[in-house]
């Protein structure tokens, strides 16, 4: 139809198949610009293709919501300590290996038992839920998952906004979900995360993180115990400073802006 095409911001690849590659080759001279995650992304699209005219690595465009004159500190119960989790189905590792999902359940499970040990409230909650036709409902996970647990089960729908009130009223995240892990990274709310896919292990170690995530394949009850050894378990979860989300948030603004001025000069 003749429409400006962007994308952003992506994780690509690998490009492992025939298929994948040829698509891929077929899509690139389409696009306007292409904006990626991470330089992992970035290299397995060059190996296929030469890349669009604008194209960059930018941090994802969640990270953009970030405001700083509104991060207000809230009062948080210190005897009631809440920790939010959020939970997926899936069926492979985070590479594309075989994953024993019996083995997520019994580590998200010994999680949350641990923590209610210490005193702590465990809510699941997740940014994929509550949304009508929408074929994925991390909610019915959350339940599976949970049974017969003291977890309370969020299953609304929570805008972006909605979602960064709940986490900033929270002292632990545990995110199998990316983007709930990046909202809890703008909250400053500390945050484990589960890798269920290369997206989540980038993001975490090129923030310097990367103590912080685990791939979804290596998650086991023992994985979950050795959170709680030395009795502090937000010791192993990531916090970004102020001046670090600045620079993100100053960094992921950046493609909205080169597309308004692209979209200005063209309808001018």
């Known amino acids: 139809m003749g429409k400006p095409i962007y994308l952003w911001t992506q994780s690509a690849g690998p490009f492992k198949d025939a298929r994948a590659r040829a698509l891929i080759e077929r899509l690139t001279p389409q696009l306007d610009g292409i904006f990626f995650r991470d330089e992992r992304s970035r290299a397995a699209w060059s190996s296929i293709s030469a890349l669009p005219s604008s194209e960059s690595v930018a941090p994802d465009c969640v990270f953009g919501l970030h405001d700083g004159s509104a991060q207000v500190p809230l009062q948080r119960d210190a005897d009631s300590p809440l920790a939010l989790i959020s939970v997926r189905s899936w069926g492979q590792g985070a590479e594309g290996g075989q994953l024993d999902f019996t083995a997520y359940r019994a580590a998200m499970r010994r999680i949350a038992v641990n923590l209610m040990s210490q005193g702590w409230r465990c809510v699941a909650v997740s940014t994929c839920q509550g949304v009508a036709g929408y074929n994925v409902d991390d909610a019915n996970t959350a339940r599976s998952i949970f049974d017969g647990l003291d977890v309370a089960i969020d299953s609304d729908f929570h805008t972006p906004d909605q979602l960064v009130q709940r986490i900033r009223s929270a002292q632990l995240v545990v995110a199998t979900r990316m983007h709930l892990a990046i909202l809890s990274l703008i909250s400053q709310t500390p945050v484990i995360a589960i890798a269920y896919e290369p997206k989540s292990l980038e993001l975490f170690r090129s923030l310097g993180r990367g103590d912080a995530v685990i791939e979804i394949e290596k998650t086991s009850e023992n994985w979950a115990d050795s959170l709680f050894v030395d009795g502090d378990v937000i010791s192993h ?19 909205a802006r080169l597309i308004r001025d692209r979209l200005h000069a063209r309808i001018g």
Not at 237 to 255: D, G, M, N, Q, V
């Open 237 to 255: 979860a990531a916090k970004l400073s102020l001046t670090e989300l600045e620079a993100l948030s100053e960094r992921a603004r950046i493609p």
